[in-house]
Nanobody
Framework: QVQFVESGGGLVQPGGSRRLSCAAS????????RGWFRQAPGKEREGVSC????????YYAGSVKGRFTISRDNAKSTVYLQMNSLKPEDTAVYYC?????????????WGQGTQVTVSS
């Protein structure tokens, strides 16, 4: 089972930007849609964005649409999440996972995630 390693988190001021990376622990054929999820303290994990494997279609939660951009580099088996105009409510641990058909139902085990804290 492929594991993913998330990175790129940190402390950023409101209005700032951050780019997260989700790398596969081993080469994967990338035949799977991959999604970003996040979990804020005291809240349930929620879907943020997803990118399909077939045609590169992208999907976003309403709260991040227009601010976040998901992309993938199949040669590196890596998916990125560019986050702009960050808000304090974006503070969370961000995870990536296989999300078949971008249906919002991730499969496999979660990685360690990467913490994003938006604060002045």
């Amino acid at each position: 089972q492929v594991q993913f390693v998330e990175s790129g988190g940190g402390l950023v001021q409101p209005g700032g930007s951050r780019r997260l990376s989700c790398a596969a622990s081993e080469f994967t054929s990338d035949d799977y849609a991959r999604g970003w999820f996040r979990q804020a303290p005291g809240k349930e994990r929620e879907g943020v964005s997803c990118i399909s494997s077939s045609d590169g279609s992208t999907y976003y939660a309403g709260s991040v649409k227009g601010r976040f951009t998901i992309s993938r580099d199949n040669a590196k088996s890596t998916v990125y999440l560019q986050m702009n105009s960050l808000k304090p409510e974006d503070t969370a641990v961000y995870y990536c996972a296989v999300d078949p058909y971008c249906g919002g139902s991730p499969v496999g085990s979660w990685g360690q995630g990467t913490q994003v804290t938006v604060s002045s």
